[in-house]
């Protein structure tokens, strides 16, 4: 039986029990647990709703599993986190850490609920159905070489682009982000609070942020991010869209084309993006530009009340 500490961190905690367990997962996957949000979550502490379950076992320094539960714009985030050398004891500290998640949420209102799994396993299935969780969305990390073929760069239409303008861009971006990924649990709703957050990371750089205007006015944007604590160093298209209003006459293709070259300039010979399995017009940009599925995360869906 493990033992639960339940924290509902500030930004100035000591994270580095947590830490050390998420690097000790990341050198046996190879893979960055938590996602994006739940690590800004984690990092930037304070947010409503953050919850981290840590789970201890008696006779081990160390901690053994995390669990952390962070609100979304309409729905909540689970991720299940159990250190390599334990992954034996997932059967028991899964269900334990999982009914204490779900009781922070339930305790917080409820709502929708996706769990993140990277290639879920058998077990992985049987711990979602002991919550009554389907399985629901799936998301693809591709890469593709840098630079891009040139064959493929003669085939994108080229087309102007500037640098974010921090303090000025925010609400136009905004505007477009929102209508683009009106239906997406993630990237839909941001507020500029959410966009705040995501400028004060250290990997932030305006000019790998690219605006396309047309008119004067913000037609699509394509911003990157460069993982300088992966090996390879990964380049990442890390958020592309086009005004719907815009839509289906190349942009998307052309966004993703520029950010691609702006990453190959910085040195990456790595491009990578996560896409949705069911977004067929992002993959048919993606594949055409010669990307390539690396693995799939999974998420189980649950509504808790
Ligand atoms: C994905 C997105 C950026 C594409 O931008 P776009 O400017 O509309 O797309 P493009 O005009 O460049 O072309 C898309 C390709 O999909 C094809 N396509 C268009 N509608 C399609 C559909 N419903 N299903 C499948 N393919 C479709 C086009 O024919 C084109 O293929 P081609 O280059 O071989 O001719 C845009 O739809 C968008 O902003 N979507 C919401 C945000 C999003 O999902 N971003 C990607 C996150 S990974």
Redesign the pocket.
Known sequence: MAYLEIQRRSATDDLSEVKDLLAGVERADGVRPLSDHLWIDLRQGGRPGFAGLLAWIPGHDHLVAYCQVSRGNDSWSLDLIVDPHHRYDMASIGPELLDAAIAVISQEGGGKVYWWVYEPTQLHHQLARGINFELGRTVTQMRVALPLAQDVVSNTTAIETCAFRVGTDEDAWLDVNNR??SD?PE?GGWTKDILHSRQQEPWFSPNGFLLHHIDNKLA?FCWTKLHLDTQPVLGE?Y??????D???????????VAGLQHLALLGTTDGM????TH????????N?LGFRAHHQQCAFVGDVH
């Open positions: 683009a990924f997406h990237q699509g298209i958020v592309v869209a086009v005004d719907p815009h839509a289906g006459k190349g942009l998307g293709r052309s966004l993703t993006l996560y896409v949705d977004n067929t017009r992002a993959l048919g940009i993606y055409s």
